[in-house]
C-alpha cells in the first residue's frame, strides 16, 4: 500500500510545538502546514481543479505533499478522478458500509489498540480473506468502498494525518487463495497516488513463502518507498523488538485487546472525522 513521498515530515515537532502553545494539535494547524494549505488552495484554483470540500482535507492533502503544491494539485486530481465517482458516501453511507469484510469473511479484522507511534492501527487476519469469494462487481465495489474507509477511519483528526496509520497482517498459513493481485492493482490505483495517507509501519508477521512472492509481484507497480514500509517479521518481535504492547494487540497475535470490536471503532473515527471537519479551519 502506498503512502506519501517523505518518510518523515516532522509529526512530533509539530504536535509537540502546538501543545506546548496550550493548542488542541488534533485541529490546530502549525504556521508552516496552514501556508501549505493556503498555497496548495491557490495552486488549484490557478489549475483549474476542484478543491477539496473541507479545509481539514485540505489540509491533509497539503501535510501528505509537505508542501509540494505541484504534488499535492496531482494527487487531488487524481482523487478528484478516481475516488468522489465510485466511492463518495454520506455520513450514513459511510456508516453502514463499515463491517463488509468482517461479514465476509469472519474474523479477518479483529479488534487492536493504538501502535507504538500513537497513531491508528488495522490489522489483518489473512487466513479468512478469500477475494475469489467476491461475488459480481457488487461486492467489489463494497470492497473498495471499506478500503477507502480505512484511510478516511485513520486519518480522523490532524495528529493522525501527520503520525500516519499502522497495518499488521497475521499471514501464518497463507495460500495463494488469499491474494489476489487484480484486487491489488485495483486497490493501488486509490491509495498510491489519490487517496491521502501515510503509512508509519506495515508488519508482515509469520509470513511464509508464498506472502514474499507476492510482495515480489506487488513490487511490480508499487513505488519503492512503498515496498520499504512492509517489515517481515515474528510474532514475539512485536512485542520484544518494536515496542508494540501487549494490551494493543488482538489474541490472534499474542496480545490481549479484546474491545472495542473493529466496526465500534471505525464507526467513531468515522464520526470523529467529521468533527475534525468543522473544528479545521484556514
Not at 488495522?122 to 461486492?139: K, R, T
Not at 464507526?267 to 479551519?281: F, G, I, M, T
Amino acid at each position: 500500500m502506498a503512502t506519501d513521498d517523505d518518510a518523515d515530515f516532522g509529526s512530533e515537532t509539530a504536535i509537540s510545538e502546538l501543545k506546548a502553545a496550550g493548542k488542541d494539535s488534533r485541529w490546530t494547524l502549525t504556521d508552516q502546514e496552514a501556508a501549505w494549505a493556503k498555497d496548495l488552495k491557490q495552486a488549484l484554483e490557478e489549475a483549474g481543479v476542484e478543491p477539496p470540500a473541507t479545509d481539514f482535507e485540505l489540509a491533509h492533502f497539503a501535510i501528505i505533499s509537505k508542501g509540494n503544491a505541484k504534488k499535492g494539485v496531482k494527487r487531488i486530481s487524481n482523487y478528484n478522478a478516481l475516488v468522489k465517482p465510485e466511492y463518495s458516501y454520506t455520513q450514513e453511507e459511510g456508516l453502514k458500509a463499515v463491517g463488509f469484510m468482517n461479514s465476509k469473511w469472519p474474523g479477518c479484522i479483529p479488534t487492536c489498540g493504538k501502535a507504538p507511534s500513537g497513531g491508528p492501527m488495522l490489522c489483518f487476519d489473512i487466513i479468512p480473506y478469500v477475494p475469489s469469494q467476491l461475488e459480481g462487481e457488487a461486492e467489489w465495489k463494497q470492497m473498495m468502498l471499506e478500503l477507502v474507509l480505512f484511510f478516511h477511519c485513520c486519518s480522523s483528526d490532524l495528529d493522525e494525518c501527520r503520525i500516519g496509520m499502522t497495518l499488521i497482517t497475521q499471514c501464518k498459513g497463507m495460500g495463494w487463495s488469499n491474494f489476489s493481485l487484480e484486487l491489488e492493482k485495483r486497490a493501488a490505483v486509490l491509495y498510491q497516488d489519490a487517496i491521502p495517507c501515510r503509512f508509519a509501519g506495515m508488519p508482515c508477521v509469520n509470513a511464509g513463502p508464498i506472502l514474499r512472492a507476492c510482495l515480489k509481484l506487488c513490487k511490480l507497480f508499487l513505488k519503492q518507498k512503498i515496498a520499504d514500509r512492509v517489515l517481515i517479521c515474528r510474532q514475539d518481535d512485536l512485542v520484544g523488538k518494536y515496542g508494540y504492547s501487549p494490551d494493543s494487540l488482538p489474541p490472534l497475535l499474542g496480545g490481549t485487546c479484546a474491545k472495542p470490536t473493529y466496526e465500534e471503532w471505525a464507526r467513531a473515527q468515522l464520526a470523529a472525522r467529521e468533527v475534525s471537519k468543522q473544528k479545521v479551519v484556514l
